[in-house]
């Protein structure tokens, strides 16, 4: 697939999704950032639920890579999909490899790409913040890149941990 395809798929999945969220999960985007030129940028999010690449994704005025579990690229539709709008493949072992999952980011950064992390590491269980791995500054640090914090409210009761399908809830 061409770079231009990619770019158009991407363009066209945003839009769908962003007006399906907004019409089934009355989707609300408040305080879009101004974002420096030229510069990486990490958005670094709270993790409620399977949604949170998706809403973040869409409320996000650029493309971002994210890493996500080995296991949704097994499902070939899904696979597709999730890789052409800029999830890069990561194993359970890769999760307790730091530093793997360090330099990839670094890599993707490198190449002036915007990535989006979840400091909490997984979903949460209860739709409260969960306890902060670490790496969020030291990346921003190594990368010279800012960190953009954001904020996901709704998705937890949308569609919560063992959810395969959204609620149309806010």
Do not use: W
Request: charged content about 20%.
């Amino acid at each position: 697939m061409t770079l231009e395809q990619n770019t158009i798929f991407y363009a066209f999945s945003k839009g769908f999704c962003r007006v399906l969220l907004t019409l089934y999960n009355r989707l609300h985007i408040k305080n879009v950032p101004a974002l420096p030129e030229g510069r990486p940028v990490i958005v670094a999010s709270n993790h409620n639920s399977n949604l949170d690449p998706v809403v973040v994704g869409v409320a996000y005025p650029r493309k971002l890579k994210y890493l996500a579990k080995e296991e949704l690229f097994k499902v070939p539709i899904l696979s597709y999909i999730i890789r052409h709008l800029g999830a890069i493949p990561v194993s359970r072992q890769d999760e307790h490899k730091a530093g793997v999952i360090l330099r990839t980011l670094l890599e993707i950064l490198s190449r002036g790409e915007d990535i989006l992390i979840f400091p909490e590491g997984s979903r949460s269980f209860d739709g409260k913040l969960q306890p902060m791995e670490g790496g969020v500054a030291m990346l921003a640090s190594h990368a010279k890149a800012p960190i953009l914090p954001v904020c996901v409210k709704g998705t937890f009761e949308a569609m919560p941990r063992g959810s395969s399908v959204p609620k149309p809830k806010k």
